[in-house]
């Protein structure tokens, strides 16, 4: 049998990918007026705003993830520096916090600290990138008595953070958004000193079937998912998430008087409480270094009063190059010397890389003298999620709940999860967050095409009244 769209577990289940949370775009965005309604028992949103993380050359997807066969020792090979004249930071060189702004902000100081233990005051340091890990660590240089300048690839400065400001008190998130654990993560308070704005975000979840009845999904998603684990952690090799999952569940298949069965409820959870943290699909995620199966904690909070301003205040006063994408990094006993993809060269003592793996992954920089077997071979292991972001503003509210996170339990619906952000904000805003094969799907649609889907994912939500 067949049971929606991801096959990943005996040899049939297959869920519908939704993901997650971040994206950022190529240039700087505008809000867009809605395309011709085509559906009618949802209203036409008064504006909406897409990120492509998938396709953006300078990010080549999200996040980080531990790809099935490789190893969280390997994002300790990518940091180690290359004749102390090149150095490494960004979130997938981070073991404790991968894919994370956290992690991306550690990172930063990280490698600040190993360029300021060997540096000779006053020396000129380069940083590639203006994102969370690179604005960390410039800010760190700077403060230290270098001459830093940051060398960005876009137009902006943030990375995958990217804030929209829509009008003097509301902003949208088309990177990252969330303050994950707040009440142990030290980035809550820095956020709070720099003025920048979070609210408590409760997860009340709803699941619905595609005519819109609430379904309860009980305790098999997480279940099946803690034993796929534990029988994984006994095998002699790294298998994936999807053949841990057929190798250790027994699922019923049968469809239940909603027409739901066990399989489809573990498609459900696999698609909203994995694929959406990672960007990666089953097959492709690893068993032993799977993260935390969980999208929702308790003190959660989101970001609120625009993300990218707290990355703006750290690059305050240093010299940045926007539109300066770099096509090469050569390194002797004498320094560095960047060239960049327009022709011209840069040069410094030292420099700092903090581009994506993704970009890594693609080549689009090269490395003189090669980067060592070591970092090759961690860049190919590691996998690169692929996460994208749907934002539609209403003028009015048309839901029938007050659940602030909704899954549509159906093979066909395409964009199965959503975020209500307005108990947070107090606006009427849906986003709509997918990833892996569905980032890729969807990320070939029109804006009319992909709002059209989105409104008919919505329709088992809509109040019976229409309104």
């Known amino acids: 049998m067949t049971v929606k769209r991801r096959t990943f577990v005996l040899g049939a289940l297959s869920g519908a990918s939704l993901l997650a949370l971040t994206a950022c775009t190529n240039g700087e965005p505008e809000p867009t007026p809605s395309p011709t309604r085509q559906n009618p028992t ?32 390997q994002r300790t090979a990518l940091r180690q520096p290359l004749g102390d004249r090149v150095f490494f930071a960004g979130e997938h060189t981070s073991e ?65 953070i990217h804030t929209l400001e829509v009008d003097d008190e509301s902003h949208v998130e088309l990177g990252a958004a969330w303050v994950r654990s707040s ?106 270094y799977a993260p935390d199966a969980t999208l929702s904690h308790e003190d959660d909070r989101l970001v609120t009063g625009g993300l990218s301003g707290f990355v703006d205040g750290l690059l305050d006063g240093i010299d940045v190059l926007p539109s300066s994408a770099v096509a090469s990094v050569s390194h002797d006993d004498d320094g560095v010397t960047m060239r960049l993809a327009r022709g011209e060269s840069l040069s410094a003592a030292r420099v ?68 209500n952000v307005e108990p947070s904000t107090g606006d009427n805003v849906l986003v709509a967050l997918f990833g892996g094969e569905d980032a890729e799907r969807l990320a070939e649609l029109s804006d009319n095409d992909l709002v059209a889907a989105a409104l008919r994912s919505l329709e088992p939500f809509v109040a019976d009244d229409g309104s």
């Open 42 to 73: 949802v209203p036409q949103p008064s504006a909406f705003w897409r990120s492509e993380w998938t396709s953006d050359p300078f990010s080549r997807g999200a996040f980080s993830y531990q790809r099935v066969g490789s190893t969280p020792e």
């Open 96 to 160: 404790t916090f991968p894919g994370t702004v956290n992690g991306a902000r550690a990172s930063g100081h990280r490698a600040a600290t190993e360029v300021i233990d060997i540096a000779e005051p006053g020396e000129r340091i380069a940083v590639i990138g203006a994102g969370m890990a690179g604005a960390t660590a410039a800010r760190r240089l700077a403060d230290a008595g270098f001459n830093v300048v940051v060398i960005e690839g876009r137009e902006r400065s943030g990375g995958r």
């Open 183 to 288: 009440s142990t993560n030290p980035l809550e308070n820095e956020l709070d000193d720099a003025g920048i704005s979070t609210r408590r975000f409760n997860y009340e979840w709803e699941h619905r079937t595609p005519d819109g009845e609430v379904v309860d999904t009980g305790t098999i998603g997480p279940d099946t998912i803690v034993t796929a684990i534990d029988w994984a952690s006994e095998q002699p090799a790294d298998v994936s998430m999807a053949a841990a999952i057929e190798g250790s569940a027994d699922l019923d298949d049968r469809p239940n008087e909603q027409g739901i069965s066990e399989v489809d409820l573990v498609a459900d959870y696999v698609t909203t409480n994995l694929v959406v943290p990672t960007g990666a699909e089953p097959d492709d995620l690893s068993a032993w």
């Open 352 to 419: 700092v890389v903090t581009v994506p793996l993704g970009v890594l992954q693609s080549g689009s920089i090269e490395f003189d003298p090669p980067l060592p077997f070591s970092q090759r071979g961690a860049i190919s292991a590691l996998g690169m999620g692929l996460q994208d972001k749907l934002v539609l503003k209403f003028e009015e509210r048309f839901w029938a709940t007050d659940a602030t996170v909704w899954s549509v339990v159906d093979a066909e619906t395409e964009l199965p999860l959503w975020f």
